[in-house]
């Protein structure tokens, strides 16, 4: 037997699937054969401003340096962007990369954190990576169910719990009144992680007004959805001035490439761009919701850069649509929890894209059905 240095018991317990299988993995599976149309993974088909490209560009050459790990710039535009002070602000690896810090500093293994069954996962990939016991609340409409979570919350004393508005996978919304309304129900013992990926993409109105007086609410947003960066791995988080300064003691302090810092100060710079893509991304809704209408099946209103799409029967069925549609170059995902397994989940892609897509669902269907 070779002896090998020991896992913590908490890793080796772990088992060994990953959250996502990407495009990219996909593609090699299939000896190669690339995507056609890549409306799976939230990106944005619109890219990032040219005013960020050049951005870029210009400051390719000096990729030489660290990154200032004080992210000072970046966090100082973050700071005005929000109308908070830059001790409310840490920057950091992607939304995701935030998860596993907050997650990491109120969570010992055994205890309670409060999600929803089927939402986002790699936040309960944190979970279960710091050993925490993850309690997920089923949803109600296809929208997270704010009582139940509350609920659940009390119920398990947890210290933590995760909520996404708007919400992945199903694209719908709370209004700003009802988030109001379960932050000053949460106990002062419970951190909510308000998770707004998609918050420039939605109604203004489902946006609470950031109040970094709570200590027990953190914003978290990124410029890999509406800004079009998924690629360069940068996203904020806004709290209370102490809840962040702790941040500050367990996050890596040259995590964030110096190139996604540049990027995403010339991204807030560009509020134009940002208007112009959120209307493209409404108009794209639209457009896979008639596409969806005009095969039979119900697309559910979004405030998202993706439309879920109820196929009508069971989680056997849309996985059947998900895999025809793979099979003929298109890629996308499905939400995988009853009973939110019945959808397909499309993202807004490029015209050509859809066009694509409209081409190829009714074929898919067929070949599900047959
Ligand atoms: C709800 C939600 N949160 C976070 C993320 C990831 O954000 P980031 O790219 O900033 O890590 C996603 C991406 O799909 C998401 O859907």
Redo the contacts with the bound molecule.
Sequence with gaps: MVLRPALTPLVAALPTTVPFVGPEAQERDRGGRRFRARIG??ESSFGPAPSVIAAMRAAAPDMWMYCDPDNFELKAAVAAHHKVSRNNVVI????????NLVVRMLITPGQAVVTSLG??P??NFHVDGFGGKLVAVPYENDHENLDGLLAAVKRENAPLVYL?NP???MGTWWEAHEIQRFIEALPETTMLIL?E??GELGPDSALVPIDVSRPNVIW?R????AYGL?GI???YAIGEELFISEIEKVRNHYGNNRMGLVAGEAALADQAWLAEVKAKVAAGRERIAGIARDNGLSPIPSA?NFVTIDCGSDGAFALGIMKELLARDVFIRKPMVPVLNRCIRVSVGLPYELDIFAEELPKAIAAARG
Aim: charged share 20%.
């Design positions: 993974a939230n950091g690896e992607g939304i995701d990369g935030l998860l939402a986002y790699t936040f996404s919400d992945n996978p998770d990926a998609y978290m990124t410029f890999s959805k998924a791995r940068c996203g998202t």
